[in-house]
């Protein structure tokens, strides 16, 4: 089966790259708890209405320790 996420419309201004709005739409609509990236854009915010906004190796010491 294969669902299709159609992200949350948010403004330009959430993220200071305006091209990764729509990774934050998608995190948001999908109901992500975690938002794995190297974006510094991204990782700038830290955290997104409820989503952690990690680094790969953060992410892979959380899954393994």
Same mark, same amino acid.
């Given at each position: 089966m294969v669902s299709t996420v159609v992200p949350? &419309? #948010?403004p330009a201004n959430v993220c200071?790259?305006?091209e990764e $709005?729509? $990774?934050l739409g998608t995190a $948001? @609509? @999908?109901g992500a708890s975690v938002l794995v990236t190297v &974006?510094?854009?991204l990782? @700038? #915010?830290g955290e997104f209405q409820g989503i952690a906004i990690i680094k790969?190796?953060?992410f892979w010491r959380h899954?393994?320790?």
């Amino acid at each position: 089966m294969v669902s299709t996420v159609v992200p949350t &419309d #948010l403004p330009a201004n959430v993220c200071r790259d305006s091209e990764e $709005v729509p $990774v934050l739409g998608t995190a $948001v @609509a @999908a109901g992500a708890s975690v938002l794995v990236t190297v &974006d510094k854009d991204l990782l @700038a #915010l830290g955290e997104f209405q409820g989503i952690a906004i990690i680094k790969p190796g953060e992410f892979w010491r959380h899954t393994t320790g």
